[in-house]
């Protein structure tokens, strides 16, 4: 699945567009490396993502095209957050 859609499936971002823009921005990290909008990501993968003066890295857990909002926080778990 494409970062941008897992971060708007998960509400770790709300809207889809604000994802990209993060992601195009250089604010969003797959394991250590910058991501593009349309890097794939797949369970086990860590991601870090840049808030203004705060970040959020987070372990995939599962991956799931359609989420309602009480499911959304099962797709990932946070490690740490700044």
């Known amino acids: 699945?494409?970062?941008?859609?897992?971060?708007?499936?998960?509400?770790?971002?709300?809207r889809r567009t604000v994802a990209k823009d993060a992601c195009d921005g250089g604010r969003v990290k797959i394991n250590d490396k910058?991501?593009?909008a349309g890097d794939e990501v797949t369970i086990g993968?860590?991601?870090e993502v840049q808030?203004?003066?705060?970040?959020?890295?987070?372990?995939?857990v599962?991956?799931?095209?359609?989420?309602?909002?009480k499911g959304a926080e099962d797709l990932y778990e946070i490690l740490s957050e700044d």
């Not at 599962?62 to 909002?69: E, G, L, S, Y």
Request: hydrophobic share 35%.
């Open 62 to 69: 599962d991956i799931k095209d359609n989420v309602q909002k």
């Open 51 to 60: 808030f203004g003066n705060r970040s959020q890295k987070v372990r995939v």
């Open 45 to 47: 993968d860590i991601i």
């Open 1 to 14: 699945m494409r970062i941008d859609k897992f971060l708007k499936n998960s509400r770790i971002i709300k």
């Open 34 to 36: 910058t991501a593009k």
